[in-house]
């Protein structure tokens, strides 16, 4: 009951009352012709500040590819793509290259860490990409949040599956990103593990204004984001607010069997 208290405060105020991601008209083809792929067909969502939101669908809807082009790591066929104000569809690929390292964060399923590094030298690694001085102070500080104290000195092998993770999310954290962007960020986890994850996720939104845009495919993790949307086919089309895992699940099961009476040709989600 808490977490939905949390959910509608920020529902009806958003940090500063602005749209963290915009996508107007987005298409995605791959190929011409007969043979071309529509990815995403006509992509219409606008995401409040402050907000968690899950996108969920059936394999090949789309999730992954409306992921890539809501980030800029793929750009769109058609329409445009505006995070935190900023128009991206039109950036070269040194300004978006520019415009990830300093004002986007990432979780991935596969944690990504340098295992070279430390896990202080991890978490630093966007203010130095981003020409920063690292900033040692704020490293310990979301380490501390994340629940990794006195553990900057580590290596990412000396650390279990879900405390790597937690490096990811102290990653993404230390630059006060525009957006993060998560995907299957709980892939690899068991499922104790992969609920604390979650309530970072949900405790970085509810207490310091961060806005996430997670794809899963497991109803319980999209349970702790204030929306859930439904791709089918490259578009949106449902969405719940506030709901449970079972309702979660439910429309799941709709949308798969739905895919599976019709199957869509699209490229791989």
Known sequence: MGLRKKRQRHDEAPRDGGRAVELRGV???????????????????????GTFTAVMGPSGSGKSTFLQCAAGLDRPTEGTVVLGGTTITGLNENELTELRRTRLGFVFQAFNLLPSLTVEQNVLLPMRFAGQRPDRRRAADVLTRVGLDGLGGRRPGELSGGQQQRVAIARALVGRPDVIFADEPTGALDTTTAREILGLLRDAVDHTGATVVMVTHDPVAAAHADRVLFLADGAIVDQLEGAPADAVAARMSTLTARAAAHPPTLAPC
């Open 27 to 49: 298409r995605r083809q791959y190929g011409r012709g007969e043979a071309a792929v529509h990815a995403l067909r006509g992509i219409e969502l606008a995401l409040p500040r």
